[in-house]
């Protein structure tokens, strides 16, 4: 059976730091890539960051500089760490994982952030 599983979420104080982590399984292809999206309260789900199998990253403007994404190839997880966060920033955050030709595509649950004083 296939899941994709995140962990890690909560609630930190503005300027604070958090890391999520998310577990494929189950998988019948080769991960290619590794992603975070959120939705924030009343917002469409937007990209966060993406990892390749080769390590190549790429980050969405409004978490450049602040967020990290990994991922460990063997063990198909991938981590987000944050730092600096702001209010903005409060959202589900959601694990994605696709093959190369991103035609398979699978979700987690999504885990709450919320970033508040």
């Known amino acids: 059976q296939v899941q994709v599983v995140e962990s890690g979420g909560g609630q930190v104080q503005p300027g604070g730091s958090l890391t999520l982590s998310c577990a494929a399984s189950g998988t019948t292809f080769s991960v290619a890539i590794m992603a975070w999206f959120r939705q924030r309260p009343g917002k469409q789900r937007e990209f966060v960051a993406q990892v390749f199998t080769g390590g190549t990253t790429t980050y969405g403007a409004s978490v450049k500089g602040r967020f990290t994404i990994s991922r460990d190839n063997a063990k198909n997880t991938v981590a987000l760490q944050m730092n600096s966060l702001k209010p903005e920033d409060t959202a589900v955050y959601y694990c994605?994982?696709?093959?190369?030709?991103?035609?398979?595509?699978?979700w987690g649950q999504g885990t709450q952030v919320t970033v508040s004083s």
């Open positions: 994605n994982v696709r093959n190369s030709a991103a035609t398979i595509s699978l």
